[in-house]
């Protein structure tokens, strides 16, 4: 508890140091926004634990990140289309992967080879396959049955992310 407490002061403290650092525009509020969110968090951490709700939150924080990420740079790629070449494409097309790859992590897959295919501008996404094992332990009660949960759960935010139909998002866990 008083490790708690601590970590709240200090993270006051910092928050509030960074906060005067950043200079008074349109841009601190938005840092404002996320340090009191990151503040909350903090704050409601213990409870979640209790609840046992810490490690879901994690997972859709990530999650929403990624998403957030890729909204990013489908704006970046928008913007872009004077500028296309094939180093821009190439990285756009491997940050894709990345992501795809760090959704499949966060429900619980240790992800061995992804093919995203790509429609002809090289920036739609068409289809995802993803090949993977799972990272859950083999003595978890139902298993398979978890996995498969996980699998279909990683599949419909792949085909939400990129706005494709789900039977387009292919993913196969090898130790199923």
């Not at 966060?106 to 799972?134: H, Q």
Request: charged share 25%; with cysteine.
């Amino acid at each position: 508890m008083t490790v708690w407490i601590k970590s709240l002061a200090a993270a006051a403290c910092l928050l509030t140091i960074f906060l005067h650092l950043v200079p008074e525009n349109s841009f601190a509020k938005y840092v404002r926004f996320y340090a009191g969110l990151l503040f909350f968090l903090l704050a409601v951490q213990p409870v979640l634990e209790l609840l046992g709700s810490a490690d879901e939150l994690e997972r859709l924080l990530q999650l929403e990140f990624l998403k957030e990420e890729y909204y990013d740079l489908e704006s970046a790629a928008e913007g872009l289309n004077d500028l296309k070449n094939d180093q821009i494409l190439e990285a756009y097309q491997n940050e894709l992967e990345r992501q795809a790859a760090g959704i499949a992590s966060a429900y619980g897959m240790t992800v061995t080879g992804i093919e995203i295919e790509f429609g002809e501008d090289g920036y739609s996404v068409k289809a995802v396959s993803v090949l993977a094992e799972s990272a859950l332990p083999d003595t978890a009660a139902d298993s398979a049955a978890e996995i498969e949960r996980r699998k279909e759960a990683a599949a419909e935010e792949l085909a939400d992310l990129y706005a494709i139909p789900d039977s387009y998002v292919e993913i196969t866990v090898q130790n199923l």
